[in-house]
């Protein structure tokens, strides 16, 4: 799919049984926002699902998948934002929980953002995100779940979410009331800022933490042993730090 007039385009849903590719491509040299929206599945086994940002960086190109099944066994998706524009994924399903399976990477380290926003029971990635090249970053607003490793310049989560791998990122910022991000594998950040949430952390952590809030705490929680690598603060002496390990 290419934007040939800046008009924002629409397919009812993109399904394949081998392995489809689908690019989507804004035009060259274009300054504005090219997005298309699938109304129902993507799906493909074995293939690629692109979205190719252009050199300016006043281009965006975004896809939107509004279906609940998206990618397929073997299936990938890459954000390529080799130029300097913006490469977005959104996973928006408005009435059901939306499960993506494949990996999700950039085409350079640090490439693409991924939206998480399904406005019914969240999204589950099954596959790996950055595995191979990590993503610029990871928006979480809706309860997620992530099976495997994640890999990303900035993760910001304002949701429940588990993370079952290990994380990997340089900044991680932790936020809204009454929300719980479990890490039950092992995180390597620069800084982790935990504002209004709750961290529960299994594994080991290396990096320095920031306690914003005083509603923010992180609990460390594992049954096995457990390392922290780096230095725990607190602004205005807010927050918690709750160790049962």
Sequence with gaps: VNNYNGVINGIRSFVT????NLNILNEAA????????????VTTVGGTVTVTADTSPASLTKLTILGVTVGGVGAEFVLDETGDGTAILDLDAASAEQTITGNIN?????????????GG??????????NDKSIRL??????STFSSTVAATTIDSEATSTFSGDVTATSVTVNGSSKVVTLNGDITATTITIDTASVDA???????????NAAGDLLVSGTADQTLTGTITATNGEGSLIVTN
């Design 202 to 212: 299994n594994g080991d952590i290396t990096s320095n933490v920031v306690l914003a």
């Design 121 to 130: 029971d969240g999204n589950v990635i099954t596959g790996a995100i950055g």
């Design 30 to 41: 274009a300054t504005s926002t090219f997005a298309v929206t699938s109304a129902g599945n």
């Design 106 to 118: 950039g085409v350079g380290a640090g490439e693409g953002h991924l939206k998480l926003q399904a």
């Design 138 to 143: 990871l928006d979480v607003d809706v309860n």
């Design 17 to 20: 049984t081998g392995a489809g």
